[in-house]
């Protein structure tokens, strides 16, 4: 651990800047160590969110071939209904 009364000439010119704008040398340091740490979690941190996108992109796109198949389903149900409601209708206004 550096003393706080170091010597400026000796140093890099971030540490210089640092040292003029009042920071202590173990202070940058610790700052610099906290960064990094910070930057390791952030790519971790992506990793697991692409790894989870990947899990999670067959099951939609298993739902939506799965929503697909019930809509045409659907939709030949309401073909199949519609001359049958054409026959109702048109019995209820013989009845009427």
Do not use: F
């Amino acid at each position: 651990m550096m003393a706080t009364n170091w010597d400026v000439s000796t140093t890099n010119w971030y540490t210089t800047d640092a040292w003029r704008a009042g920071c202590q040398p173990e202070a940058l340091a610790e700052a610099l160590k906290i960064g990094e740490q910070i930057i390791e979690l952030m790519r971790q941190a992506i990793d697991l969110v692409e790894r989870a996108c990947a899990d999670v992109e067959p099951i939609i796109e298993n739902t939506t071939v799965r929503c697909q198949l019930i809509l045409g389903q659907l939709h030949a149900q309401t073909d199949r209904l519609d001359p049958v409601l054409s026959r109702l209708r048109a019995a209820s206004k013989a009845v009427a």
